[in-house]
């Protein structure tokens, strides 16, 4: 596409292309990016976006998101537009009681984006333990709908856990759509005996909570996800890697070139169970955070900087405190036996954490953050190259990064419901300085510029190979 004259450039900063970065121009027309290059060689514009002294990046990508606990679509976008995020890909859900189909689910969900959201968003379907499910699947697939997520944990919720004769006989039905199956790797039998055994014993306080999930329970799911991966032909994404022992299997089957994939948390990259003492069960996720000073934190770490570990994400699993509360008194069921919730929020401080924490301080260069939130996610979940990079045709999606912004994490100042934050009172180098979605101005300097239903809801293709090896 060739114009004389465009929409929007941005200009003066320096901007993240691959793995380098360039003092170019991005000139805008619409909602694409029609041309990168020098300023004075770019058409001229009817609006010019002066962002000397600062990173613009390919907009980022939160693509491990759960908005149905304690969020809203509406709410979990706003969530996300203000802490710098442009694309979401949450988990749709859909009533598993009433049997609800897949395409069903889909249609509801694509008009509460379109008239809910402030960021685009794309969608995963969690497949519950409803062989039932399995019939919508291919039409869910011809709809947009490439990426499902299963359990192999979680046994005292029988919606969730599935046993591995289910798991292969969908894995076979998602490989043959060309989509990618996520897989929640703990061993589900291993860690309700443990949970047992620990309840017996009276070893039921949160800090006893790690001892029922060890590393080698998440190790051992993930041997077993890579051979039904193999069984099956279909591409695996490991959710939320948090330990050693697991990234060394799958660091054995991508050598083996095999698809598998795998993402990680800011929790598993900088919190350890000492958080169960301080804030109890408001620390209970799953897997678990790990030992203080134990191996799991910088393999987590060495595994992104050298391209094992391919994404990065929130895991965004909000409840509110009433519900996770009874967990101080057992951290694994509550008084009527049943099981105190899993998760805590992140969307809101992904991006930060991400930026203070990984580039900031531990001197990651500026395009790790576009590989692992931004191309990567794209590229798995079938968004790219519509998202996830800055280069002619993509959408006009930018994140505008301030270096010399400061700020200290505080839930009191976040948009979701859940009320607090494991990362509360944490510094931040850097800030969000301004996003573009398709062209139009969404985050700018703390406020958003753009009314509820902006956002728009993005059909995705079948998973690409992610970018590999070493950040340099």
Not at 141 to 155: P, Q, R, V
Not at 191 to 209: A, V
Not at 306 to 314: E, V
Request: net charge negative; aromatic share 8%.
């Amino acid at each position: 596409m060739t114009v004389d004259r465009v929409d929007t450039v941005v200009c003066g900063g320096q901007v993240v292309i691959s793995n380098h970065v360039s003092n170019v121009g991005i000139a805008i027309h619409g909602e694409k990016i029609v041309a990168i290059g020098r300023e004075e060689l770019l058409p001229v514009a009817d609006r010019y976006i002066d962002v000397k002294g600062r990173f613009v990046l390919p907009g980022l990508i939160d693509c491990h998101v759960h908005l149905d606990k304690c969020d809203s679509i509406g709410l979990g976008s706003k969530a996300a537009a203000y802490s710098g995020i442009t694309t979401l890909l949450p988990f749709g859900t859909y009533d598993v009681e009433s049997d609800e189909d897949l395409p069903t689910a889909i249609n509801r969900h694509a008009e509460e984006v379109n008239s809910q959201a402030y960021v685009d968003m794309g969608f995963h379907y969690i497949l519950a333990n409803r062989p039932a499910i399995l019939k919508s699947l291919p039409a869910a697939m011809d709809m947009g709908i490439k990426s499902f997520k299963m359990f192999m944990t979680y046994k005292k919720n029988p919606t969730r856990f599935c046993s591995d004769d289910y798991l292969c006989e969908a894995m076979e039905l998602v490989s043959r759509g060309g989509g990618v199956m996520q897989l929640h790797c703990e061993s589900g039998n291993i860690i309700d005996y443990l949970e047992n055994k620990l309840m017996e014993e009276g070893h039921t306080h949160p800090t006893d909570f790690p001892l029922s999930c060890p590393p080698w329970a998440e190790e051992e799911a993930i041997n077993r996800a890579v051979r039904m991966g193999e069984v099956t032909g279909c591409p695996i994404y490991v959710v939320h890697l948090s330990s050693e022992d697991g990234l060394k299997r799958i660091i054995r089957a991508q050598m083996e070139g095999k698809r598998v994939w795998t993402e990680t948390c800011p929790q598993y990259l900088l919190l350890s169970d000492a958080k169960m003492a301080e804030v109890g069960p408001l620390a209970k996720i799953g897997p678990p955070l790990r030992e203080k000073d134990g191996p799991h934190q910088p393999a987590m770490w060495w595994g992104s900087k050298n391209g094992f570990i391919s994404t990065l994400a929130s895991d965004h699993s909000p409840y509110p405190r009433d519900l996770k509360m009874p967990g101080w008194d057992n951290i694994f069921v509550d008084a009527k036996g049943k099981p105190i919730p899993y998760g805590a929020p992140g969307i809101e401080t992904l991006v930060g954490l991400a930026y203070s924490e990984g580039v900031v301080k531990r001197g990651l260069p500026i395009w790790w953050l576009a590989r692992v939130m931004a191309e990567n996610p794209a590229r798995i979940f079938g968004i790219y190259p519509r998202k996830g990079v800055i280069q002619v045709g993509s959408d006009a999606d930018l994140l505008v990064i301030d270096p010399n912004g400061d700020s200290v994490v505080t839930a009191m100042n976040h948009h979701g419901n859940s009320g607090f934050s494991l990362f509360e009172g944490w510094n931040i180098k850097g800030s969000p300085w301004m996003t573009l979605i398709r062209g139009q101005v969404v985050l700018n300097q703390g406020k958003l510029e753009q009314k509820p239903g902006y956002g728009q809801w993005i059909p995705c293709e079948s998973p690409s190979m992610p970018v590999g090896g070493p950040i340099t």
